[in-house]
Each structure stands twice: as structure tokens, then as C-alpha cells.
């Protein structure tokens, strides 16, 4: 039971007595729903996050003029010993995952609402011919990983507390997509209180604080609050695979990337794409002030963006993708005490409640950690550069760059790409000049794969277009 003289008394405390105003103003029933999540919010936090939305920046995390430098990158081009060192490595990714030495985290808070989808994202039929959900095809790369149910393919996933419900729901309709359930291991987020311009909590309505997503970051410490990292630890896991629900290309299970992680004894590795040009706004993995991270478009000067190295490439081109390897000690070091990941503050127009009840829309300031920024904690780390074409086409937009009809361009290019080089016939191609042709996860996850397997005899559906696991 709430003991609201105590609350109100913490509220004061922490400069939040506006919300003791509120709490005195409602009848009971919605007193005790406020109240209620009032308990809930860690107000040694919101005084951290309160200076931060005063000052309406980012605590100084790094100098006025910081030192940048590309990332050691292991590159697409692979010559010499780089070649031969990339093959002991996919060698030794095979064998941690043939022996189940491999856990999955997948980050699936978001909700689809810009995609015109009413639930999560994970939720929206991205292939192109198949009709496959974010979900199916991330789950049927797993199914390959598992090597027939042969191998355990742990997943744990992370919803919100808007989309938790409903996305175990969806997996429970689909049988968990094949997979064992007990290897399916949800969990929702943390949420903070978004802030006003003098640090005050803002409410959504008059019983609910307005609370936010507290960033990707938060996955690490989310790991262990809700015993995942427990799990990992009694089934003998010693590495995962990291990746985000949007990109349909995403390789969770590459020997390569996961045996170069391994053999280096990195705590966190990244995979990277080359930037399209100098232009492209996008983060790029590379050292700052000596530490790896992610260095923003805006940090880098025009003559850095310009950078060239000696085979005439981008010398900062490293292109993050969200794809990472974190050793599971890793994981279990860095949240063992308390884990203080850089604040990254949002400014937003915000619909909220104003002090007499009626819907007013205001300036907020909401807070989030990004994963990346554990890389500067990771002594040892690996970049490895993929081609862009072949992993990387998120569905993060209605229309234009990044949307669905790149995403299902981007596939049907791919696996019409394998068709060719296999020596196999093409459908006819569409008025865009795209063969409609889709290979299922389960049958080939590269092109090698599948011109090895084309002998097999595919099972062949959908007008014949559509590459089924026989």
C-alpha cells in the first residue's frame, strides 16, 4: 500500500512537488494509479537527468575538439594474410556454433505506427513474394543456425512495455516460428520520465507520468535485471550475437564475424558498411580520444569526411549497422556494478497534461543510452566491413531511403544476384527491372550456399519464384 505522505515527501525532495499538487487533485481510484507509478521512478535518476534538461545538453563526455581516428577495420577486400587469417576465424565460428556456444539479442521495442502497422514492428511482412514478418525471417535464420534442432539457438528479446503483450502473443499464434519455446526469453525495456525544460516530470495523462523508451543501451543492464544473463550463464553460452528487428539482411549467425570476436577475446565487436559517399549522414564506428565509439556526422570536419586512405577509400567509412558480438563476460563485467553509459538527450514536441488537466503540447527532453557507446569499455574489439548489398537494408521509413520498398528491392536483388551466379534461370524481370525471386533463410543464407545446394532440388512455390528449405 502507497504511503503517500512518504511519496510526497520524496517528490519534494527531488524538485518534483508540482506532481504532489497533482496526486491531493485527483479522486481516489486515480490517485492510487498515480501514485502507483510515481513509487516506481528512481528520483536520484531524474535529479542526474533534471540538470541535463536545464542545461538542455549532453554531459561532456568528450573534449571541445576531440581526437578521431578510423577504427582498426578488418576489411571486405581480404588479401594475404588477411584472407588466410579470415578463414581460421570462420572456422573457428563454426565450431562455437555447431557446439551452441552462441546466444542471440534482438532489440524489438519499436512499434510500426510509421510503417502504417497497429503493434510492433516485428509484426510487418517484409518479404517481398513469402510475405515473411521482421520476426519470421529473423527466426528462420535461427532455425539454420540450429542446424535441424540439433543446436540450442537461445533468443532473448527485447520489447517495451507498449509492444511486450502482443509480441508474445504473435509468437505464441505463429509456434514461435518453429523454434523450441523455452529458447524464446522476452523482456520489456526500462522506461524514464521525460522532463520539461526546468527538469519537472511531465504527465500523459492525469494518473500516468510520460514515460520513454530508456534507449538501446539499456539492453545491457536490462540483460541482467531480468535474468537473461542467468540463463546465458546455466546454459554455458559464451558469446551472442546483437542485432536490431528492421534489417531483414542481418546475419546473426556468421561464422566469420563471431569466430574473428572470438579468436581477438574482444568484449564487443562491430560490423560496419562503407558509407556510401563522404555525404551520407550516418554514424561511423572509429576512436575517440583514443576510445572506440561512434562518431557522430556532425563530429567529423569536412577534410575528415574527405579523408582518403591509400587504397583510396574513405578513411572514416566504417558505417555503423547496429550488428554486434559481446563476450558474455563481458556483458556480466560491465553491468556487475553500475553501468554509467553516456546520456543522449532528445528535444521533442510533446503532448502532455498541463497543471489543469487539459491537453497542452509542450517542449520535453527524454533520455536514452545507445549500445555502441559500450565499445570504449571493451579493451579488445573487432570491426568488420560486409558489403552493404548483402546485410544491411532497414525498414525504418514509410516511403524513400530506408523503407519497405527498399527493403524488398534490396531482397529480390540479392537473391536474384544467387540465381545468376548459380547458373539458374530468372523469372521474368518487372517493370523496375526486378526479378521476383526469394530465397528462404532456411534453404541458403549466401549465394555460396545456395549454388552448393541447387543441386538439391529446392521446393518451389508462388508461381515458382519463391526458394524453399526442401
Known sequence: MTDLAALQATLREAGQAHLCARLEGLAPPRRKLLARALEAIDYELVS???????????????????????????????????????????????GLLASGKVGYVLVAGGQGSRLGLDGP????????????????????????????????????????????????????????????????????????????????????AEDTPFLAPNGHGGLLTGLRSSGALDDMRA???EHLSYFQVDNPLVRPADPLFLGLHARAEAGMSSKVVAKRDAGEKVGVIGRIDGKLGC??????????????????????????????????????????????LPWHVAKKAMKVVDENG??????????????????????????????????????????GEDSPETARRDLLTLHAGWLAAAGADLPA???????????????????????QRMPATPVIRDEGHHYDAP
Open 121 to 204: 514492428k516485428g509484426k510487418f511482412r517484409v518479404g517481398p513474394i513469402s510475405g515473411l514478418s521482421l520476426f519470421a525471417y529473423h527466426a528462420r535464420r535461427l532455425r539454420k543456425a540450429s542446424d535441424g534442432g540439433r543446436v540450442s539457438v537461445p533468443w532473448y528479446i527485447m520489447t517495451s512495455p507498449a509492444n511486450d503483450a502482443e509480441t508474445r502473443a504473435f509468437f505464441e499464434d505463429h509456434g514461435h516460428f518453429g523454434l523450441v519455446p523455452e529458447d524464446v526469453f522476452f523482456f520489456p525495456q526500462a522506461m524514464l520520465p521525460a522532463l520539461d525544460p526546468d527538469g519537472r516530470i511531465l504527465l500523459a
Open 295 to 340: 562518431i557522430e556526422y556532425s563530429d567529423l570536419s569536412d577534410e575528415l569526411r574527405h579523408a582518403k586512405d591509400d587504397r583510396g577509400e574513405l578513411r572514416f567509412r566504417a558505417g555503423n549497422i547496429a550488428v554486434h558480438a559481446l563476450s558474455v563476460d563481458f556483458l556480466d563485467d560491465v553491468t556487475r556494478g553500475n553501468l554509467r
Open 429 to 451: 524481370a518487372d517493370a523496375f527491372g526486378l526479378h521476383p525471386v526469394e530465397v528462404d533463410p532456411l534453404f541458403a543464407e549466401t549465394g555460396e550456399e545456395f549454388a
Open 358 to 399: 487539459r491537453q497542452v503540447e509542450r517542449t520535453g527532453y527524454k533520455f536514452e543510452t545507445f549500445v555502441f557507446d559500450a565499445l570504449a569499455l571493451s579493451e579488445e574489439s573487432v570491426t568488420l566491413e560486409v558489403e552493404r548489398a548483402h546485410e544491411f537494408s532497414p525498414v525504418k521509413n514509410a516511403s
Open 48 to 94: 542526474e537527468l533534471a540538470d541535463l534538461a536545464r542545461t538542455g545538453s549532453t554531459p561532456a563526455v568528450k573534449t571541445a575538439t576531440p581526437d578521431l581516428e578510423p577504427p582498426a577495420l578488418v576489411p571486405l577486400r581480404k588479401e594475404g594474410r588477411v584472407a588466410q587469417d579470415a578463414e581460421r576465424a570462420t572456422e573457428h565460428g563454426r
Open 235 to 237: 546454459r554455458g553460452l
